[in-house]
């Protein structure tokens, strides 16, 4: 349908094809305004007691490679969003747990320990019921470390709304199933994690400003691109890494500090006199390198 004007009226097949474009991303947009619209209301606060707003969010990420002490296969795309082998042929495929205050710790596992071996696990990576198993919910970080490692990396977060973390939580304890690929302990995470950030990026007040700082902020892209690839291939603890980190540039941004914001500043002040004299303005030429021991 698209080439059928092709070759008489091949003018219009380019304008066929982005108009297209923007009415099925238009179509798009309002079914998601529609979702929104109709989201049903929070569980009842009565219910549970939300973590107070003081407490951190914190993602624990434990990478396949740093929980095995020697990879047998030593591939880092692999070691990083896949699973590391250790030279007993035993697959680890790390593990990511979410922790806010002491009233909520999300680490969901198989209730029995999953046999990992290099010829069971292409078997168990099939999203299908027959690799349902029984799961548990592990009570808190402390015990985590005890009786394994300490996590890899954490990412935290300090504006989420509480309410929604424990509603979603509240939810998915009423079904304990686990699957290594379509249920496990990186989705569990992904999934709270984008209970808790719904709306943190209002700060009590809406304006097209701040729609099109969301459009237009290159870390809510990336974990837009993050998150497709993981609902299409499945959630592991790399990802989520890769996820909670985006979502961390985009909602909290780093403060420029007073040396960036002066040399900016400095740099435009410059450009704008030389522009005014007349002269022409030569490019940015890069920094000139620091010894170590020149800084204070």
Not at 9 to 36: E, N, W
Not at 135 to 159: I, K, N, T
Not at 213 to 227: G, H, L, M, T, Y
Not at 247 to 258: N, R
Request: glycine residues 6%; proline residues 7%; aromatic residues 10%.
């Amino acid at each position: 349908f698209i080439f059928e004007p092709y070759p008489t009226l091949y003018k219009g097949t380019v304008p066929f094809c982005i108009g297209m474009s923007l009415f099925l991303s238009g179509c798009a947009l309002l079914r998601q305004a529609v979702r929104f619209k109709n989201q049903p209301p929070l569980t009842d606060p009565a219910a549970f007691s939300a973590p107070a707003s003081s407490d951190a969010l914190v993602i624990h990420i434990w990478t396949p490679s740093g929980t095995v002490d020697d990879t047998l296969v030593r591939n880092r795309l692999l070691n990083r969003y896949i699973a590391a082998v250790d030279i007993n042929g035993v697959i680890s495929a790390g593990h990511a747990a979410l922790e806010c205050g002491p009233e909520i710790y999300i680490s969901h596992y198989p209730l029995d320990d999953i046999d990992r071996s290099a010829g069971d696990f292409v078997r168990l990576l099939r999203a299908t019921p027959n690799n349902d198993v029984a799961g548990r919910f592990l009570p808190d970080y402390a015990g985590e470390v005890a009786d394994w490692c300490p996590s890899s990396v954490q990412v935290s977060f300090a504006h989420y709304d509480a309410r929604r973390l424990q509603a979603f939580w509240v939810a998915y304890q009423q079904n304990d199933t686990y699957n290594l690929t379509s249920r496990n302990c990186s989705s569990a995470v992904a999934h709270s994690l984008e209970a808790a950030l719904e709306g943190s990026m209002n700060r009590g007040h809406s304006s097209m400003f701040d729609f099109a700082r969301i459009i237009f902020s290159p870390e809510f892209w990336v974990a837009a691109q993050v998150r497709k690839r993981a609902e299409v291939m499945a959630w592991t603890p790399g990802l989520v890494l890769d996820y909670a980190r985006a979502l961390h540039a985009a909602i909290e941004p780093a403060p420029p500090g007073w040396h960036s914001m002066f040399a900016v500043i400095k740099r435009a002040s410059g450009y704008a006199l030389t522009a005014l004299r007349g002269r022409e303005v030569h490019p940015l030429q890069p920094p000139a390198a620091v010894h170590p021991s020149d800084e204070t």
